[in-house]
């Protein structure tokens, strides 16, 4: 993690209502690739189990749960997890999303594995994200309404 974040770990139930908290309607919207405005509590009420799917880890500054990464591996497909990841407003672009990418896929066990995320067109920092980061080879799978998805190509 980047020296911003001072732990991470496994999320639980408590931990996703602050970061949800501490997001604009903008971001949420973003996180969901939704249509219409998502409001903290509507994202909470909707799509709790969500924030908690597969494996999802938290990331702390100090106390304060600030970021959350979901990888829900696909059953369809071996060695292949789809990818969610949210930020609070006020730690973006901090460091943040790249430490919890990295901590979560830059283990061994991910090692050979594909990991897909789906952002919004105009979510420039998701997509800029996706475009730079170092754990393997990215290339643009799919462009679908508005949405774009990513896959990166984890080394072996």
């Known amino acids: 993690m980047e020296r911003l974040v001072t732990g991470s770990g496994p999320a639980s139930d408590g ?4 970061p949800v908290r501490a997001c604009s309607v903008r ?3 973003d996180r969901f690739a939704a249509a219409h405005r998502l409001t903290p509590e509507a994202v909470l009420t ?3 189990r969500w924030l908690l799917a597969g494996e999802a880890v938290v990331a ?3 106390d304060r749960p600030v970021g959350l990464v979901n990888l829900v591996d696909d059953p369809l497909r071996p060695r292949a997890t789809d990818l969610a990841l949210l930020v609070a407003d006020d730690v973006q672009r901090r460091g943040v999303a790249t430490g919890l990418l990295h901590h ?3 283990a061994p066990a991910r090692a050979g594995w594909a990991v897909r995320a789906t952002v ?3 979510n420039r920092a998701a997509i800029g994200l996706l475009r730079t980061q170092r754990l393997g ?3 643009l799978a799919s462009f679908e309404a508005g949405e774009l ?3 990166i190509a984890i080394p072996a």
């Open 60 to 62: 702390r500054i100090e």
């Open 46 to 48: 909707r799509y709790r």
């Open 149 to 151: 998805t990513y896959e």
């Open 137 to 139: 080879p990215v290339r």
């Open 27 to 29: 971001s949420l919207s």
């Open 15 to 18: 931990d996703v209502e602050t």
């Open 120 to 122: 919004r067109d105009d």
């Open 104 to 106: 979560a896929l830059g």
